[in-house]
């Protein structure tokens, strides 16, 4: 199985300020056929199902906020807030979708400093 | 727009069956996959299997054993079956779509508790 592993498991960052969490894949979800890496975000608020936020390692959600965005490839990915906002509070996931089983990173929490 | 809905009982026994159900609407389940995933509460996400409506299915290893996914189209519903369920099992089970030009899960039902207790 691909191991998914994110750092900081939390980080607290002040209002407007940017935050990153990264995420990195025990082996590559980079598709050499067609240059495309199975790599998603998620973000998943208290009482709520996951909502996705990228696919495609950087291929923003229709409706997502441009301030969220992803990048990397092969084996390292991030997600960047470029200014967090109250409502971005929530833990953060990623996920590979390069084989089964799909699997997910432990998650990020982010909060407010 | 796709809804998905889960439904089923909260409380099951140990050692028992869990079923599970999972009705779309706005949508035919006949196109995209469709996923079972977990999260035992306070704790991440756990991908059980998927199935795309023609009966091609993938479980998690760990779980194959015990675990049956299926569609009924008369329906569009998606189901679950989890047997020999233990307090391990105990945990919001979602329903969830795979998107229509990639794999990852971009619609999710609101997700349903399932306690293991006698």
């Known amino acids: 199985d691909i191991v998914m592993t994110q750092s900081p498991d939390s980080l607290a960052v002040s209002l407007g300020e940017r935050a990153t969490i990264n995420c990195k894949s025990s082996?590559?979800?980079?598709?050499?056929?067609?240059?495309?890496?199975?790599l998603a975000w998620y973000q998943q608020k208290p009482g709520q199902p996951p909502k996705l936020l990228i696919y495609?390692?950087?291929i923003r959600e229709s409706g997502v906020p441009g301030r969220f965005s992803g990048s990397g490839s092969g084996t390292d990915f991030t997600l960047t807030i470029s200014s967090l906002q109250a409502a971005d509070v929530a833990v953060y996931f990623c996920?590979?979708?390069?084989?089964?089983?799909?699997?997910f990173g432990q998650g990020t929490k982010v909060e407010i400093k | 727009q796709v809804q998905l809905q889960e439904s089923g009982p909260g409380l099951v026994k140990p050692s028992e069956t869990l079923s599970l159900s999972c009705t779309v609407s706005?949508?035919?389940?006949?196109?995209?996959?469709w996923s079972w995933i977990r999260q035992p509460p306070g704790k991440g996400l756990e991908w059980i299997g998927n199935?795309?409506?023609?009966?091609?299915?993938k479980y998690k290893s760990s779980l194959q054993s015990r675990v049956i996914i299926s569609v009924d189209t008369s329906k569009n519903q998606l189901s679950l079956k989890m047997n020999s369920v233990t307090a391990a099992d105990a945990a919001v089970y979602y329903c969830?779509?795979?998107?229509?030009?990639?794999?990852?899960?971009?619609?999710w039902g609101q997700g349903t508790m399932v306690t293991v207790s006698s």
């Open positions: 969830a779509k795979s998107g229509d030009t990639h794999d990852a899960f971009d619609i």
């Open positions: 706005g949508g035919d389940i006949r196109d995209n996959h």
């Open positions: 199935i795309y409506y023609r009966g091609s299915t």
């Open positions: 082996q590559s979800v980079l598709y050499s056929s067609n240059n495309k890496n199975y």
């Open positions: 495609w390692a950087s």
């Open positions: 996920q590979q979708y390069y084989t089964t089983p799909r699997t």
